[in-house]
């Protein structure tokens, strides 16, 4: 099976040097992946729910959420192209042990867990890049903990807004944060209120432009540095 999905832990590679594909590749896992689609607001699966399958993102962005023990729906992550597999806890479990919804349109690679566990024991390089996965899962992880251990609301919202941005080339391209401000409010525990203020003064210093649901940073610097808080706007 060849597949467009250039960000599945699973993909071929072209060469030693890890160079990407410019059309299509290999997929290592192929007996266990179907392509599939989902329409904004769908959802993928609910906590609770029996497994039998991963997801891996190739377009959109996929909101992850708890049920809190007094009923509550707690954002509890995003999912967007790239290494993280969404489901990849239920992997050993019966159950998911939270809901995916597609915050956009998605596009994504469903992978089956019984023919995925059986290329594990037979394929060495498999193995290798299932645990790369989880490896990736802890460290978006621990950067989620760190962003909500942030005391300052300002550190906190610029810290998850970088979290957020897609790639690592710090470009002024924008990109779609699927949720709103109460979505933002709760997930940081912070109020509603707290989280427009610090937007606005960050749209009024330069710092990002937010119109309808985008998000393009116009200034990364001063964004780090609210991030980290040596710097301070009002």
């Known amino acids: ?71 509550r729906e707690q954002i509890v992550g995003l999912s967007s192209p790239g290494k993280l597999l969404v489901g990849l806890q239920s992997l050993d479990d019966d159950h ?8 956009t349109d998605v596009r994504a690679c469903k992978i089956q867990h019984r023919p995925l566990l059986a290329a594990v024991r037979h394929k060495p390089d498999v193995a290798i890049r299932l645990i790369s996965a989880i490896n990736a899962q802890l460290a978006y992880s621990r950067s989620l ?20 941005a897609p790639g690592k080339d710090h470009s002024n391209d924008r990109f779609t944060l699927p949720f709103s401000r109460n979505d933002l409010a709760e997930m940081l525990g912070l109020s509603e209120e707290t989280v427009c203020r610090q937007m606005a003064s960050m749209k009024r210093h330069g710092v990002i432009y937010a119109p309808r649901g985008k998000m393009q940073v116009k200034d990364w610097g001063q964004l780090r540095g609210i991030a980290e808080g040596t710097l301070h706007i009002h």
């Not at 290999?26 to 399958?53: P, R």
């Open 145 to 164: 903990m760190l962003v909500m251990g942030q005391k300052c609301a300002a550190a906190k919202i610029a810290s998850f807004i970088m979290l957020m």
């Open 1 to 71: 099976m060849t597949c467009r999905n250039c960000e599945c832990p699973f993909h071929e590679l072209e060469d030693e040097n890890l160079a990407f594909s410019t059309t299509d590749f290999n997929c290592l896992v192929t007996d266990a992946v179907k392509e599939i689609s989902f329409g904004a607001g769908e959802v993928l699966f609910t906590q609770g729910q029996s497994s039998s399958s991963l997801f891996s993102i190739s377009e959109g962005t996929v909101k992850i959420t708890c049920h809190s023990t007094d009923g």
């Open 96 to 103: 998911y042990r939270y809901s995916a919804f597609a915050a």
